[in-house]
């Protein structure tokens, strides 16, 4: 039995493997699938969970990066003063 690729899942011992969910993501060989940490997003390209549009990875985290300020989910621009 081959195991899983990351991204996607496998319940029950089964060999069809299934895509996470959107905003999901897992190991090789994974039984299900873990929601991307906050702020992050699944790239289906690189098969991991990246920074969301308009954050910056520092040490990990995503941020906002100097002179923005978060806003919800996204970073927008600091007011002036």
């Known amino acids: 039995t ?3 690729a990351a991204g996607t899942y496998s319940t029950g011992g089964t ?3 299934s ?6 993501t897992s190991e090789e060989g994974a039984a299900g699938c ?4 906050q702020y992050m997003e699944y790239d289906v390209g690189i ?3 990246v920074c969301k ?3 910056i990875t520092d040490d990990g985290k995503c941020v906002c990066e100097p002179g923005k ?4 989910d996204r970073c ?3 007011e002036d003063g």
Do not use: H, I, Q
């Open 47 to 49: 098969k991991a969970c």
């Open 53 to 55: 549009a308009t954050f």
């Open 19 to 24: 895509n996470c969910g959107t905003g999901e």
């Open 34 to 37: 873990s929601p991307c940490p």
């Open 15 to 17: 060999e069809e493997c």
């Open 69 to 72: 300020t978060l806003d919800v």
């Open 2 to 4: 081959e195991n899983c």
């Open 76 to 78: 927008v621009p600091c």
